[in-house]
């Protein structure tokens, strides 16, 4: 699967959410998040836990750039979340753990996350899914266009994961 994304720092993200109910075609939906990034030598590979025992593995590979970025990913839902955390710490080991609370509005066939993530603030994650065939610019534009109506800036779009960014807080917290 295939999608183009934006993220972006953002200080008030209720002026966003707002913006966002605007344009959604549902009511909002909360999610509380864990994911469990592991060591993988290629590409980023997480388990997204939502309960004790619900989830989803997510591998995906992605440039880390500001801007629109084709993402490319794959998921597989689980039942069995607790387990398989255990299995893959013992196979690949952790790199870390990202949690967040989510809202979720979508926008037709695009996501728009906000997302509070514990130690980093708040976030917008812009997802446009790609039909299969579809170029990447059409999905760009469909992101550049919900960014403008969001009132996103260049200068707060982000290009790193949120464990990159985990990571890099953790380092600082170290520094005397």
């Known amino acids: ?79 069995a979340a607790a387990t398989l955390r255990t299995a893959l710490e013992r196979a690949f080991g952790i790199r870390g753990v990202v949690r967040k609370t989510r809202t979720l509005y979508l926008v037709g066939a695009t996501r728009i996350h906000l997302d509070e993530v514990e130690d980093l603030g708040s976030f917008v994650e812009i997802e446009v899914a790609l039909e299969p065939g579809q170029g990447e610019a059409a999905g760009a534009a469909v992101a550049r266009d919900i960014m403008d109506k969001l009132g996103l800036r260049e200068d707060g779009l982000e290009g790193r994961s949120y464990i990159d960014l985990v990571e890099e807080a953790a380092v600082g917290a170290d520094v005397p």
């Open 1 to 79: 699967m295939r999608n183009i994304e934006i993220k972006a720092r953002v200080e008030d993200l209720s002026a966003v959410a707002g913006r966002a109910a605007a344009l959604a075609d549902t009511a909002p939906e909360i999610i509380e998040q864990e994911d469990t990034y592991f060591h993988c030598p290629e590409g980023r590979l997480k388990l997204r836990r939502f309960t004790e025992e619900t989830g989803e593995l997510i591998f995906y590979e992605r440039p880390d750039a500001s801007g629109p970025r084709e993402s490319r990913y794959v998921r597989s839902p689980t039942a």
